[in-house]
Nanobody, 123 residues
């Protein structure tokens, strides 16, 4: 198993930036494919970004492509989400998720989740 803890959320003005972190503990971090999702009130959990085990391959949801960047540091057991050009539409709870099976944009395919971190973007 792997345990995930997100941090770095907060309140930011539109146009600003935040960097989220997700620290992993437990089994070897480099065994896991990692993703970020988000969920706004009344909405389904939305795929944001994916990174493979080495960090060499990434995928993004259409709503964040060109603004967000996912990366990982296997030596630090941490995955990051750099968020730029934030808008109020980005307001949500952001979750990191881990799986051993490879790329998926479906939340139901991920076995391990963090508790989430709130991101609020003011206009």
């Amino acid at each position: 198993q792997v345990q995930l803890v997100e941090s770095g959320g907060g309140l930011v003005q539109a146009g600003g930036s935040l960097r989220l972190s997700c620290a992993a503990s437990g089994r070897t971090f480099s065994l896991y494919y990692m993703s970020w999702f988000r969920q706004a009130p009344g909405k389904e959990r939305e795929f944001i970004a994916f990174v493979n085990r080495s960090g060499g391959s990434t995928y993004y949801g259409d709503s964040v492509k060109g603004r967000f960047t996912i990366s990982r540091d296997n030596a630090k057991n941490t995955v990051y989400l750099q968020m730029n050009s934030l808008s109020p539409d980005d307001t949500a709870v952001y979750y990191c998720a881990a799986d051993v099976d490879g790329f998926s944009y479906r939340a139901g395919d991920y076995d391990y989740w963090g508790q989430g971190t709130q991101v609020t973007v003011s206009s």
